[in-house]
């Protein structure tokens, strides 16, 4: 039993969509059992949420999942209709229809519980079972989406469910490389990367898999590989649990980067047990994920706090801060900047490699560019710098880390 994951880019068109009819019957006729996901065609989530601000600049959440979640529901149908064409037995489901449930967080909702019956019954008739990714259902009855690119995580999901021998993400690049091949043409691409790996990477923000695929491919070891949907042939990547083969990998896999970050910083705070939860309780109440936080040293009883939110919420976390936590605890100002980005370089050789992160400093001294924040675990290092050098720090990182290409 195979579940195949196609991205928007894959169903982007008639022409496309036959494609993926021709590679699901190919495996149908290898004698698989096969559950297919589909994202909506490339452009059209964009294209949905456009028009949702233009009715209401700050979307409703229960409506706008109600309005994003139909692309999806297009390519499940179409690609059914062309499987039944070239004379498959064929079936597609919405979210809702399969019974993928959510919990109620709208447009970043998280799967709890998936319904298989209905796609058990159906592969035992025969049937090429398709089903919408990046959807489901809440336990009202409302329509949830899974956040941008949870349609891998719904092809994961479903294959964790069914106990799928294989979970194949099937995407517009040929498996997962040292850093996004569209932003360094001497990227290479893996054939092998661990979970941890592959968890660092997909969160700090190498969108090739939904960091909640990946979560859930390690939870319940799905065997998981990207693979491209345009070429015939090719391995791919695996999502490897070993670290084997370790020995000849270099010292760091890969670099991720994000340019959706945003910094804020609330300056001359008190110095005094309690702040860290009073600047940071309501932000989180309201529902603003915080990633990176710097506290710096007291000096004279007052302190100045750092950390980054997603661009998108920048402005909720800005105006949370200056109205309701500022004044409450006698700090000097709030300043903000949204025009910073996130570059890390990760792999699992750092845990007995010294001087990856002087490096890593050394490197982007070199070109000029300031570090703003650093983070560090085992396996990642990360920084924050403006995001006009963004291209540049991945570029040079990647140089510098020996993980270029050799010329041909
Ligand atoms: P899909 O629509 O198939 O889900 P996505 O656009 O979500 O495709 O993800 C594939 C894209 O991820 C690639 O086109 C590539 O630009 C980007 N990407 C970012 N980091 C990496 C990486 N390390 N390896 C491969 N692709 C990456
Ligand atoms: N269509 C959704 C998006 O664009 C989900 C996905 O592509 O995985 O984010
Ligand atoms: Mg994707």
């Given at each position: 039993m195979i579940v195949q994951k196609y991205g928007g880019t894959s169903v982007g068109s008639p022409e496309r969509i036959k494609n993926v009819v021709r590679r699901v019957a190919k495996y149908k006729a290898l004698g698989h059992q096969i559950v297919v996901v589909v994202s909506a065609m490339s452009g059209e989530t964009n294209r949905l949420i456009a028009l949702a601000k233009e009715i209401q600049a700050q979307p409703d959440p229960r409506e706008l999942d109600m309005v994003i979640s139909t692309g999806e529901q297009v390519t499940v149908g179409l690609l059914s209709m062309g499987l039944i064409q070239e004379g498959l037995k064929a079936k597609s489901y919405t979210g809702a229809q399969v019974k993928i449930t959510t919990d109620s967080a709208f447009t970043k909702a998280r799967i709890l519980s998936i319904d298989e019956h209905n796609i058990r019954t159906d592969l035992a008739n025969g049937y090429v079972v398709v089903v919408a990714g990046f959807q489901g259902i809440d336990k009202e009855g409302n329509i949830t989406t899974l956040g941008r690119g949870g349609s891998d995580t719904t092809g994961v999901a479903i294959a964790a469910a069914l106990h799928a021998d294989e979970c194949q993400i099937y995407t517009d690049v040929d498996g997962v490389y040292t850093t996004d091949p569209r932003v360094v043409p001497e990227a290479r691409r893996l054939k092998s990367i661990t979970f941890e790996e592959m968890l660092e990477m997909a969160s700090l923000g190498?969108?090739?898999?939904q960091i909640r695929a990946v979560e859930f491919a390690g939870k319940y070891k799905v065997k998981l590989r990207v693979l491209s949907?345009?070429?015939?042939e090719g391995d791919g990547t695996l999502i490897t649990f070993e670290e084997d083969d370790k020995m000849e990998q270099?010292?760091?896999?890969g670099i991720a980067f994000n340019r959706d970050e945003a910094k804020i910083t609330v300056r001359g705070v008190p110095d005094k047990p309690g702040i860290a939860y009073q600047i940071l309780g309501p932000v989180s109440e309201a529902n603003v994920d915080v990633d990176m936080i710097i506290q710096n040293v007291g000096v004279d009883g007052s302190t100045d706090f750092s950390f980054t939110v997603h661009r998108n919420e920048f402005d909720k976390a800005m105006d949370i801060l200056k109205n309701k936590v500022q004044s409450h605890i006698g700090a000097r100002d709030v300043v903000g900047d949204n025009k910073t980005a996130k570059v890390s370089v990760v792999g699992v050789g750092m845990r007995s490699h010294v001087g990856i992160a002087s490096k890593m400093f050394r490197t982007l001294a070199e070109e000029g560019i300031n570090i703003q924040m650093i983070s560090t675990s085992e396996i990642k290092i990360s920084v924050v710098i403006d995001e006009k050098y963004l291209e540049l720090a991945v570029r040079v990182l990647h140089k510098a880390f020996d993980l270029d290409q050799e010329a041909a």
């Open positions: 190498s969108k090739v898999l949907s345009f070429e015939e270099a010292i760091i896999s």
